[in-house]
């Protein structure tokens, strides 16, 4: 397993913007998929799993989820070893702590939390109305 942080949540209200970022001294980020995934408290209850928001493959290739609607891009800064997630016109239904992950046995993309074997321990968007 990887060790991954995360780091830039906070709190913003309807609209606005934030920059997460992934971050690991263990791999090389940028031969693997790594993804950005979001759970809330009521879900987790429910046994849900946590839901992809946007993934970039080893090749670079993206994939986001279909609540995105293009307003958050992924991408790789390959010089910091991290992924990040620049997420614009934040909506009150965005707010959900958010992980990255990653499976250094992969470099393709899946959607399915249960296909990462590296968790950071995330970082809390509240978009407030």
């Known amino acids: 397993q990887v060790r991954l942080v995360e780091s830039g949540g906070g709190s913003v209200p309807d609209g606005g913007s934030l920059r997460l970022s992934c971050v690991t001294s263990?791999?090389?980020?940028?031969?693997?998929?790594v993804g950005w995934f979001r759970q809330t408290p009521a879900k987790d209850r429910e046994g849900k799993e946590r839901?992809?928001?946007?993934?970039?493959?080893?090749?670079?290739?993206?994939t986001y989820g279909e609540f995105v609607e293009g307003r958050f891009t992924v991408s790789r800064d390959n010089d910091a070893n991290a992924v990040n997630l620049q997420m614009n016109d934040l909506k009150p239904e965005d707010t959900a702590m958010y992980y990255c992950?990653?499976?250094?046995?992969?470099?393709?993309?899946?959607?399915?939390?249960?296909?990462?074997?590296?968790w950071g321990q995330g970082t809390q968007v509240t978009v407030s109305s």
């Open positions: 839901e992809a928001v946007a993934l970039i493959a080893g090749d670079g290739k993206t």
């Open positions: 992950a990653t499976d250094p046995r992969r470099s393709q993309c899946y959607r399915r939390d249960w296909m990462f074997n590296s």
């Open positions: 263990s791999i090389s980020l940028d031969k693997y998929c």
